[in-house]
């Protein structure tokens, strides 16, 4: 059964750090992108980084660029995401998703995680 489990959120103040990790599991390993969006409070899902399974190629959006970092392990079936400079507006639910398509719309993903919550305080 595929399935993509996400760990590493908490809470921190502005201007602190946080690395999530996302773990692949069946079908989900597979998937040639993995991202990370994330959710508000009116469960909107905003893109924050994709990369690629071959190639590592990575993209971010454009509110995170220069403060966030996506690697992955493929021997591990891991993806991560360092957050660095933490702003109160990245406050939210970090979800990661696996797809075929090199794309930061939602609607191709096939796989979903739970999430994983980052709340930053002043």
């Known amino acids: 059964q595929a399935q993509l489990v996400e760990s590493g959120g908490g809470a921190v103040q502005a201007g602190g750090s946080l690395r999530l990790s996302c773990v692949a599991s069946?079908?989900?390993?597979?998937?040639?992108?993995w991202s990370w969006f994330r959710q508000g409070p009116r469960n909107e899902r905003e893109f924050v980084a994709r990369i690629t399974r071959i190639g590592s190629r990575s993209t971010y959006a454009d509110a995170l660029e220069g403060r966030s970092t996506v690697s992955r392990d493929n021997a591990k079936n891991t993806v991560y995401l360092q957050l660095n400079s933490l702003k109160s507006e990245d406050t939210g639910i970090y979800l990661c998703?696996?797809?075929?398509?090199?794309?930061?719309?939602?609607?191709?993903?096939?796989?979903w995680g739970q999430g994983t919550q980052v709340t930053v305080s002043q």
């Open positions: 998703a696996a797809g075929l398509h090199d794309t930061s719309n939602t609607g191709a993903y096939t796989y």
């Open positions: 069946g079908r989900a390993r597979d998937m040639y992108v």
